[in-house]
Each structure stands twice: as structure tokens, then as C-alpha cells.
């Protein structure tokens, strides 16, 4: 069985630096894409980019600027990190594994709470 886990802080000043790792077990991220998705409050779900077992990454238009979506092999990791945040960035985030034959997200983290705020 597949299982991620994300962690990080949850608190970050405006204008710093968002950073969250997702720990995965049960499975490689050496196959398969590797996803951040967020959900601000009271929002519907909003797709951040992810990273391919092949290392090459894929961003939202919208986040692209303000995005990098990296990977450890060695620790079976995947990293965020969301520069310049302001109190538009609090949400939940989830990390999440996309299966491109199924062309669904088919497992999920639990998702960890990162408010922005001074």
C-alpha cells in the first residue's frame, strides 16, 4: 500500500518561503508523477505542478514563477517550495501520486494546514 506523508511548517511569514516534503512509502517515485495540490479555505482544490519519475518538472501557469518542485531518490522524497508568499497562499496542501493511465490522482496525503501570516 501506498502512502504519503507530507511535512513542513505550519506558519510562514509573508514573503518568505513555503517549504514542504512529502515522504512516500510502500512504493518509488522513481515511476509515476509526483503532485502538489492545495485547498484554500473555503476553495475548491488547485493543482500547484509536479515532478515525473523521470525528474522533469510540469507547473500551474498561475504558481509557475513562484515554484519549485524538486526530488531525493536516496530519502524516496518530494519537495515544494513556494517563494514569496503572501496570505493568499494559506491552505491545506496535499501531496499526491498521479497515475497517467488512469489519469487519476490515486493516492493522497492527508494534507498539513500552512497559514500565512506575520
Known amino acids: 500500500q501506498v502512502q504519503l506523508q507530507e511535512s513542513g511548517p505550519g506558519l510562514v511569514k509573508p514573503s518568505q518561503t513555503l517549504s514542504l516534503t512529502c515522504t512516500v512509502s510502500g512504493g518509488s517515485i522513481t515511476t509515476y508523477y509526483w503532485s502538489w495540490i492545495r485547498q484554500p479555505p473555503g476553495k475548491g482544490l488547485e493543482w500547484i505542478g509536479y515532478i515525473a519519475y523521470s525528474g522533469d518538472t510540469y507547473y500551474s501557469p498561475s504558481l509557475k514563477s513562484r515554484t519549485s518542485i524538486s526530488k531525493d531518490t536516496s530519502k524516496n522524497q518530494f519537495t515544494l517550495q513556494l517563494r514569496s508568499v503572501t496570505p493568499e497562499d494559506t491552505a491545506v496542501y496535499y501531496c499526491?501520486?498521479?497515475?497517467?493511465?488512469?489519469?487519476?490522482?490515486?493516492?493522497w496525503g492527508q494534507g498539513t494546514q500552512v497559514t500565512v501570516s506575520s
Open positions: 499526491a501520486r498521479y497515475d497517467a493511465i488512469m489519469l487519476s490522482f490515486t493516492y
